[in-house]
């Protein structure tokens, strides 16, 4: 999220003190911008449907030259006044650029703000870029040459886009870009919408705060106004207003599901009703319903050929389906475009990356001095790729740079995973009550011969509660990030395997694949396993979590299968990812339930649809571990 749009979240609840702050150093940006930039706001942009996209451009001052743009497109609000602060929006992205000798262009997706259209999210028409990028190309000062950046949902838009070939276009930075991930190898997200096949309740909120504006509620201008006069009509807009404040975790328990945005005071939407291009509302659709791959999603085939700088967190919503997708375009484009996809990884959370310090606190725990120079990567690798300086930047910097956590340090290699890991499997066993943290759960390194299931209820009216992870906007209440888990260990629901003490460090750094054999007295239900850190003290920090749907569990494009009641099942979960270091004395823990709630939404265990059911099934889970039923996690260790 950029800064501007950051700035309309928090600055509300910020003291009265600090805003005057704020509204005098935006005012000095802007000044110091006006001094070096030509600055044109409120640029309506045709596209071949006759619809008008609103783009603000600013380029320096000196008109001999021909620049290289570097292109923002978003659906949030970068609108130059901030009629609640009464200043102008934060100018800082827009002069670094202009300041590095390059021109900067923002534009608003189709049904944002004052561009026309209706706003389909993940199914904008990928003409837009189309006609865009044609436009940036052919401005009279232009280079001819564009770079995209930006984060989360100014990012999602800009795999879609690179797969193109569109001439204008020479590089791409996508940071923190789950949402634009339709579909590569085993995930079907569909845009971080699903994970294994559950819903990821985080879009209830941001649709309610930001993606359910419709036409009648966006300011439209007639065809001819001058730009003056839009800017002038534009001021009169409060865009930094947003709807009423929700109680969370109260709407999130709203059944049925597709009615929890109605209930919290708000509209269906493209959520829950047909989309203006005819298609089911979002929470209608399966994992590969035919809808997903209508508009701006990016999917495995298509094939991605230009240079690109990728950036990555730990604590994010989709590092997994993410790094997949940087592995692909490696594996898939030319040689020498394959060898020019370089990727970060932080250890933050989502778009978090210039907000580590010293001490970077991730949720509850302190991962070191996280800091980067990432203005410098981004500017050394437009400069290459837009200006065509032979600057190093190619030769100087790693493939991929990755944190690995608990060592608290930065490390590269040439590949994802690193050179030297290598995958390791320990199996889950117990004698029949690893429930709960109390329990007798072990991971051990070969498998039991005899199986002692363990069993859980799984009632979905009281869900495992959602505590820390990879997520954002889900509202105050919820924390992302590595937070001790052991309250969520101390409930019978939770089954609880663990290492012991390690006697030797270790390093866990690539894909987390995790295979249970299960079986129940439901038609169906989910799997949710959660990797976690334990300290000497007992503190036990989440590294990754993930959820399977049994009903999917021979392939999200196959229909779905039910369960016959105890019947043992193999459920192979997606893989996680991370780069985490056990350090002697610690121990390595895996949580197994069926439930993490509100982060995905809870199966009702009918076999239903899910999203129009208001009654539940209390569902009896059993894992079974044995070497007929081998219960495993493999791990890629790395060996130094």
Known sequence: MCLAILWNTIAPSLPAQARPNEATRRNALEEELESLAIIERKVMVPMRDGKRMQADVYRPKDQSKKYPIIFVRTPYNFNYWDVELGAPADMSSELEAVKHGYAYVEMNERGRYFS????????????????????????????????????????????????RGNKALSTFIPESFGAGVGRVGPYYEQGNWFRGGAVQLLFMSWLYDYGLQTSDGRPTFPPGMSQQALLTAAKSYDLSAHPPAVDWPKAYQHLPEKDILVAAGGQHGIFADPTPS????????????PSWYQGGLWNDSMRIDIPGLWLFTWYDIGVAPNLAAYNHVRKTASPAVANQQYAVIAPVTHCAYKRAAEHTIVGERDLGDARLDYDALTYGWYDHFLKGEDNGILTKTPKVRYYTMGSNKWQSSDTWPPEGAKPVTYYLASGGHANSLNGDGAILPSPEQRDNPDQFVYDPMNPVPTHGGG???????????????????????????????????????????????????????????????????????????????VRYREGYDKAPVWMEKDKVYKVVLQPMQTSDYFAPGHQLRIEVSSSNFPRFDRNLNTGGDNYSESKAVVAHNQVHHSAQYPSSITLSVVQK
Request: charged content about 25%.
């Open 278 to 289: 005819g298609k089911p509302g979002m929470i209608e659709r399966t994992p590969n319903h």
């Open 116 to 163: 026309e259209g209706d706003y389909d999210i993940l199914g904008t028409p990928l003409t837009d870029s189309d006609d865009a990028l044609d436009w940036l190309g052919k401005l009279p000062w232009s280079a001819d040459k564009v770079g995209l950046i930006g984060c989360s949902s100014t990012a999602e838009w800009q795999l879609a886009v690179a797969s």
């Open 471 to 549: 997520f954002c906007c889900m509202g105050a209440d919820y924390k992302p990030g590595a937070v001790d888990q052991r309250s969520v260990e101390a409930r019978s629901d939770v089954l609880v395997y663990s290492t012991g003490p390690l006697k030797e460090g270790m390093e866990v750094s690539g894909p987390i694949d995790v295979t249970l054999y299960v079986s129940s007295d439901a038609k169906d239900t989910d799997l949710t396993v959660k990797l976690v850190e334990v300290l000497p003290d007992g503190t036990a920090y989440n590294i990754d979590e993930n959820i399977q749907r």
